[in-house]
């Protein structure tokens, strides 16, 4: 079981907005930046967002992250077939002195 | 071009022991904490460990503390994990990633880790 909270699925259709739900507490999200991740089967994880709503040069700007007390969120406007992939929320936990990770959503372009 | 390669994967006996290594390039490795994440194949990503810049300090998930050793050597730019006494459990691909300041983990996205399987 994952420290943070993801759904493990969710859907859209080209050309549609999704967001994806991380729910934390006050040792990770709570006090710490998040970082979003986009993982390709058989490929390491590639940031998509850092600190919170920061984008890497190469990420479009239909990606944007955001993040509110304990919660964060994902949002993925002008879905494309491409961007079918799983997404990983994550932040630094105080309390375990480590890296916590959310269980990753699924993103289905239907 | 920063590059992160893990190698050292491969079949081990529970109760054996394994040393994985991440050779970095394009890059100070000295300048960087590093960490390791592993995941189960089809499941989620999860935090290992951690060690700082210069190897002062390491950190532990509790799942693997006592069994495994986060180590480096700044000089050869190489990042080592020594699993002792595996578990089934530790049946994983294993990544290193860099903590960047004020950006958080990134691991190299062309990098496929490296799979260990206790069997």
């Known amino acids: 079981q994952s420290v943070l909270t993801q759904p493990p699925s969710t859907s859209g259709t080209p050309g549609q907005r999704v967001t994806v739900s991380c729910s934390g507490s006050?040792?990770?999200?709570?006090?710490?930046?998040v970082n979003w991740y986009q993982q390709f089967p058989g490929m390491a994880p590639k940031v998509l967002i850092y600190t919170n709503n920061q984008r890497p040069s190469g990420v479009p700007d239909r990606f944007s992250g955001s993040k509110s007390g304990t919660s964060a969120s994902l949002a993925i406007s002008g879905l494309q077939s491409e961007d079918e992939a799983d997404y990983y929320c994550a932040s630094w936990d105080d309390s375990l002195n480590g890296w916590v990770f959310g269980g990753g959503t699924k993103l289905t372009v239907l | 071009e920063v590059q992160l390669v893990e190698s050292g994967g491969g079949l081990v006996q529970p109760g054996g022991s394994l040393r994985l290594s991440c050779a970095a390039s394009g890059f100070a490795l000295s300048s960087y904490w590093m960490h390791w994440v592993r995941q189960v194949p089809g499941k989620g990503l999860v935090w290992v460990s951690r060690i700082n810049s210069d190897g002062s300090s390491t950190g532990y998930a509790d799942a693997v503390k006592g069994r495994f050793t986060i180590s480096r050597d700044n000089a050869k730019n190489t990042l080592y994990l020594q699993i002792n006494s595996p578990r089934a459990e530790d049946t994983a691909v294993y990544y290193c990633a860099r903590h960047v300041t004020l950006a958080g983990l990134w691991f190299d996205p062309r990098g496929q880790g490296t799979l260990v399987t206790v069997s």
């Open positions: 006050s040792s990770n999200i709570g006090r710490n930046p």
